[in-house]
């Protein structure tokens, strides 16, 4: 009997290797849980049909003594990365039909060099929209800890298939959190790379100088596995970086920034702090050293990213004309078929995006908005890099409140953006960052998850994963 | 902003749009540029415009050659075209 609740990929692939169970009844059992209870969470918007003929196929390499670092085991992708031949819809109907021509980079990596079974796609918020799976013109994905909640969102279906049991990890995308506020909200470890680490070819784009696919796993081991399968340069991604880009020289001497300034930020809830100083005292335990550190334009980071998201959103969905694939929606002529195709195909929240990015790209705005977002993206970047000169690491929550309900938030889109202010720093300068699970909070007799924000500098991967370890007591 | 500047810019963007929906887009756009007014501050303070630095961007170049074969990826692109003849994506008479 295969116990998916306490399997790691670690230990999975280790009883894989010495034979306890089958990559196919590994896959099964993931079948099974997925049958049993996502008709309840809304996890997936498909489970591929051939999933246990993948597990049939890495089985027979695992018996022909093949050794691969996912050989055989199940994972579960966002619903905007491209599987050759399936359904990419990245949560919208403009893309209901639309079937991939060819394999995303990180999946090609994932199947034909680490040996993955690709089992199905997860729910997201449409276009990767939002921070609560609200925006998925699929239905909501619930969060298997409370489902009276969101599981958070952009990633909402990667976070809770894992979160559910079904999987033992999952990928999602992290634009301006879409992986760590969803792992935070389900008590998972949700990591975004340093920008370029991860190609975005066959990533369906949001924003194309913020998007980063990263891992949603159980542990921190797990999450380094995850990374290390699907980093790396593409030709087919110019913005790809190589493990020697940025310099590793600098030692890690256990020191951690916290901005406290920007953590005292206003709707931070009063439990969330506690459970946040309670994470630092944890660490100073471990024998860390804790630093308050002044980061003072960080906390323009979300007006920032609220600038320059939906301008790269006007820009890269201005693809989507009912022409080339896609909906198509017939109007009276060439021009209005693209109105009705792009009024029919985009939800609410995609259509607020592109006019509100449209609004600051138009001549008269441009300056004002996009070329002071640029330049205070530039300021943000120097100041946080010069603050990794004295520390290895900043520290803070991962959100300022626990997983919220269903509707409590989509009547008011800023404080639904809101939801995203400690993990959107990261987007702006690029670095890479973790959330880890720190406990749980109380609210209406329920307990949940919250986590606590680990960035490094850039291509200090490393770091992130070495701290989180210790944080969670993982050898 | 009002609701006939966001028509407005729903048609650039070649969205239609109801009225109903301007108007809401028009309430929250206030909020959200509100919010986000604050980076001027940020980067009209002395140390953003020192900060003329390149951003962190590198060409990546390789030589214009070995293209794949005339024709191999066709079928598979055009079926996912909502219509196509002869090879072609269909589109209706612009002229």
């Known amino acids: 009997m295969i116990d998916l609740t306490t399997l790691t990929i670690r230990s999975a692939r280790e009883a894989l290797k010495r034979g306890e169970f089958t990559s196919v009844e590994l896959t099964q059992a993931c079948l099974d849980a997925i049958k049993e209870r996502d008709g309840e969470i809304h996890a997936f918007l498909e489970v591929f049909d051939d999933a246990l003929l993948q597990a049939q196929m890495a089985d027979k390499q695992i018996k022909a003594g093949k050794d691969l670092p996912l050989l055989g085991i199940p994972l579960v992708l966002k619903d905007n990365m491209l599987v050759n031949g399936h359904v990419a819809s990245a949560g919208s109907k403009i893309l209901e039909n639309y079937r991939a021509t060819y394999d995303s980079t990180a999946v090609r990596k994932l199947q034909e060099e680490c040996g993955a079974v690709i089992l199905g796609r997860a729910n997201c918020d449409e276009f990767a929209m939002g921070s609560s799976g609200e925006n998925s013109a699929y239905g909501p994905t619930k969060n298997p800890l409370d489902t009276s909640r969101v599981p958070g969102g952009s990633s909402s279906g990667s976070a809770a298939s894992v979160a559910a049991n079904f999987v033992l990890g999952s990928f999602g995308s992290d634009t301006g959190g879409s992986i760590r506020q969803p792992a935070a909200f389900t008590g998972l470890v949700g990591m975004k790379p340093t920008y370029g680490r991860v190609s975005r070819s066959g990533l369906i784009a949001m924003a194309s100088s913020l998007d980063q696919i990263g891992p949603f796993t159980k542990t921190v081991a797990d999450a380094e596995i995850l990374y290390n399968a699907v980093k790396g340069t593409d030709p087919l991604d110019s913005t790809t970086i190589s493990d020697a880009t940025y310099p590793k020289d600098k030692e890690f001497k256990k020191a951690i920034g916290i901005p406290r300034a920007f953590v005292d930020s206003e709707g931070v809830e009063p439990d969330v702090k506690q459970n946040f100083e309670a994470a630092v005292e944890k660490f100073k335990a471990l024998g860390y050293e804790i630093k308050d550190i002044e980061l003072p334009h960080m906390p323009y980071s979300l007006a920032v990213y609220y600038i320059l998201m939906p301008a790269e959103v006007s820009s890269n969905l201005a693809r989507f004309d009912g022409v080339k694939y896609g909906l198509h929606a017939d109007g009276a002529n060439g021009i209005d078929d693209y109105f009705k195709t792009r009024a029919q195909g985009f939800g609410a929240e995609v259509r607020r995006r592109i006019i509100l990015g449209t609004y600051v790209l138009s001549s008269g705005y441009h300056d004002a908005y996009y070329g002071s977002a640029v330049a205070a993206k530039r300021l943000i970047t120097r100041e946080m890099r010069e603050a990794f000169k004295d520390v290895d690491l900043i520290l803070t929550p991962t959100t300022p409140t626990p997983a919220f309900k269903f509707g409590e938030k989509t009547a008011d889109p800023l404080s639904m953006y809101l939801a995203d202010i400690f993990t959107v720093p990261a987007n702006i300068t690029g670095a890479p960052s973790m959330s880890v699970p720190s406990g749980t909070v109380e609210r209406e007799g329920k307990q949940l998850p919250l986590g606590i924000l680990l960035t490094a500098d850039l291509g200090r991967e490393d770091n992130l994963f070495t701290a989180g370890k210790e944080f969670l007591g993982e050898k | ?95």
Not at chain 2, 16 to 39: H, P, R, W
């Open chain 2, 1 to 95: 902003m009002n609701k006939d500047e966001v028509l407005k810019l729903a048609k650039l963007a070649r969205i239609d749009m109801q009225d109903a929906e301007a108007e809401k887009l028009s309430t929250e756009f206030e909020a959200i540029l509100g919010y986000v007014a604050d980076v001027k501050a940020a980067s009209a303070s002395n140390d953003a415009s020192a900060s003329q630095e390149r951003p962190e961007l590198r060409n990546i170049m390789r030589e214009d050659a070995e293209p794949h074969e005339t024709g191999i990826f066709t079928d598979k692109i055009l079926a996912e075209a909502p219509a196509s003849k002869d090879g072609y994506v269909v589109v209706k008479k612009i002229l």
